[in-house]
């Protein structure tokens, strides 16, 4: 997979794809990353991204020339199964989009800033808008950094125990169960005995249990 990160402030998404699991998912080649600045796409003076909005009001708007020569670049280079904008009014993240987006070869990822984009970005250049929560951040890179995220691990080869993405909460329309790990005991609390007992299809059982259970108190939607 190829995932084309566009963004005004291209140092906040250094750090996400630096560490742990993206930096080895890139390592290994698995995905390739690339942020670009929009600063340079811009034809102005003192390579400027966004101006004031038509007709007033507070804030900034991003305008579109430098987003399209962007987007036009990167177009010319291969094609792109989508150009994501990152949105507080988009689609909710879920699950099922991390899934749907992990199958797609080429992605581009637009972060907005400001008071948002001109929106004949959004009405000509953009496929689809992406919100990973109903509350506003001060831009998208941290947003199109979530979205990444949540889509890279599920490649194959990225885990290493390549079950643990599906049995990530989620997956099945539930909620992972508890996990615990050593001391069997600390301070007085316990690890359940089952967990202890050794015979893998009780610990199954149990398993499911504490996920329905989980699900019902935490996410009664998922279940209904
Ligand atoms: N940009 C600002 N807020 C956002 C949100 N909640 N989701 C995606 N992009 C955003």
Redesign the pocket.
Known sequence: MRLDIITCLPRLLESPFSDSILKRAQDKGLVTVKIHDLRPYSTNKHRTTDDYAFGGGAGMVMMIEPIDRCISALKAERTYDDIIY???D?EL?SQSIANQLSLKQNLILL??HYKGVDERVRQHLITRE???????????EL??AVVADSVIRLLPGVLNDETSALSDSFQDGMIAPPVYTRPAEYNGWKVPDVLLSGHQAKIEDWKQEQSLKRTKERRPGLTS
Do not use: E, H, Q
């Open positions: 990152m949105s507080p988009g993240l972060c907005g992406i919100s990973i929560g109903d509350y506003v951040l001060s831009g998208g947003a199109a």
